[in-house]
């Protein structure tokens, strides 16, 4: 690592970030609000017959509704989880932008629930996926972005990261 400075387009990373976890938390929670607006709570609405359908869940677990009823966890779990994000962000200042936009993403779904956990106690799903009573776990706006940022983030730190490629010989 060098002593220079940033190029000039690092000044808009920041920016891109906040700008995609803003959107994230806008679709996140206007979803959330439409599903409680409209279906009682354990009420299913079919989307595409009975693969996909909406069903009104409160989960008070962690992402997919795991580990239920460690809400203090979850929130110490947010906490480490936003500084990771800072951390990534520091790391990451002078690659592609687009990596910003991904952190954005995981920043975005994290906070989204974080706001449900504190404001309700649990957070509010409503995706269900499966074939009746075979049924992934329902989700919401925000598990998406966590668990698509947090792929994108490996793919590209395994598969990607010019600071992983070997030197030629």
């Known amino acids: 690592m060098t002593d220079e400075a940033p190029p000039a387009g690092g000044r808009a990373r920041p920016v891109i970030l906040l700008l995609v976890a803003a959107g ?8 959330k609000a439409l599903v409680v607006a409209n279906l009682e709570v354990g009420e299913r609405a079919p ?7 909406l069903w009104h869940a409160q989960n008070r677990g962690a992402a997919f509704s795991l580990f239920q009823g ?40 994290t906070v989204g629930n974080f706001i449900d956990r504190l404001r309700l106690g649990y957070v509010t799903d409503f995706v269900s996926v499966g074939f009746g009573d075979l049924r992934f776990p329902a989700f919401n ?25 070997e030197a030629p010989a």
Do not use: K
């Open 47 to 53: 989307v595409i017959g009975d693969l996909v359908q």
């Open 70 to 109: 460690g809400n203090l966890l979850f929130i110490a779990v947010t906490v480490i989880a936003l500084g990771m994000v800072v951390y990534f962000h520091r790391t990451f200042r002078e690659r592609a932008s687009w990596l910003h936009g991904v952190l954005g993403v995981v920043l975005g779904g």
């Open 141 to 165: 706006v925000a598990d998406s972005s966590i668990v698509l940022g947090i792929g994108a983030l490996v793919i590209y730190l395994f598969l990607a990261d010019p600071d992983r490629r």
């Open 24 to 31: 994230i938390i806008l679709a996140d929670q206007a979803t």
